[in-house]
């Protein structure tokens, strides 16, 4: 157990619609990173949130949007979904220190199906 | 953001050590090189990382030849389990991305 939490766990949406996923990072961890994943593709990093604020951005679409809030969990949003955006969502948290690098941990994921 | 390439896929026999290699030639002095696996559609796992020395903990050692722009990851006893898609990623500081390349498919094999 990573000590990341990704829900849901699952989720099947129709195409057009919107979507929310959700992520706990592990306790005292700052920063926050989204990567997607599809089928038999590596990752993908979407954007990356240090405490509560956006510090790196990879190629997340304009209908893709993120958020941390202030007791550190994140969301990632999906609008007006397209069956192309079926993946897994990883979320992925890290400590931060400005003199030291730590290791990401990673959530689950979350498998989201359009249809 | 440096670049790392490594080999698509690997074998190794069960009981044996893998040994995974990976190229950073244009890695940066602040840059660490860090190595994460994925057994089928789950979260990566962090596995190891290290600047410029040898690293060993209780998944596998980590070699980092001394001008850093290649690197070797090692499980001395490779089981089953440790079938994976093995991730070499070079990462400065918490505000770089962390870039996951294609990595390396290792299959053991019994």
């Known amino acids: 157990d990573s000590g990341v939490t990704q829900t849901p766990k699952h989720l099947i949406t129709a195409t057009g619609q919107r979507v929310t996923l959700r992520c706990s990072p592990r306790?005292?961890?700052?920063?926050v990173y989204w990567y997607q994943q599809s089928l038999d593709q590596g990752l993908q990093f979407l954007i990356q949130?240090?405490?509560?604020?956006?510090?790196a951005k990879g190629n997340i679409l304009e209908r893709f949007s993120a958020q941390q809030f202030p007791d550190l969990h994140s969301e990632l949003n999906l609008s007006s979904l397209e069956l192309g955006d079926s993946a897994l969502y990883f979320c992925?948290?890290?400590?931060?220190?400005?003199?030291?690098?730590?290791?990401?941990?990673f959530g689950q994921g979350t498998r989201l199906t359009v249809v | 953001d440096a670049k790392t390439t490594q080999p698509t896929s690997m074998d190794c026999a069960e009981g044996r050590a893998a040994n995974l290699p990976c190229n950073h030639s244009?890695?940066?002095?602040?840059?660490?090189v860090y190595w994460y696996r994925q057994i089928h559609s789950q979260g990566p796992q962090y596995i190891i990382h290290?600047?410029?020395n040898n690293e060993t903990n209780e998944m596998a050692s980590l070699i980092i030849t001394e001008d850093r722009k290649s690197s070797t990851l090692i499980l001395p006893h490779a089981t089953l389990r440790d079938t994976a898609v093995y991730y070499c990623?070079?990462?400065?500081?918490?505000?770089?991305?962390?870039?996951f390349g294609p990595g390396t498919s290792l299959s053991v094999i019994p």
């Open positions: 949130y240090y405490n509560g604020e956006e510090r």
């Open positions: 244009t890695i940066s002095g602040n840059e660490y």
């Open positions: 306790s005292g961890d700052l920063s």
């Open positions: 290290g600047l410029k």
């Open positions: 992925a948290s890290s400590a931060w220190t400005d003199v030291m690098n730590t290791e990401a941990f």
């Open positions: 990623i070079a990462w400065g500081t918490s505000y770089d991305k962390v870039i």
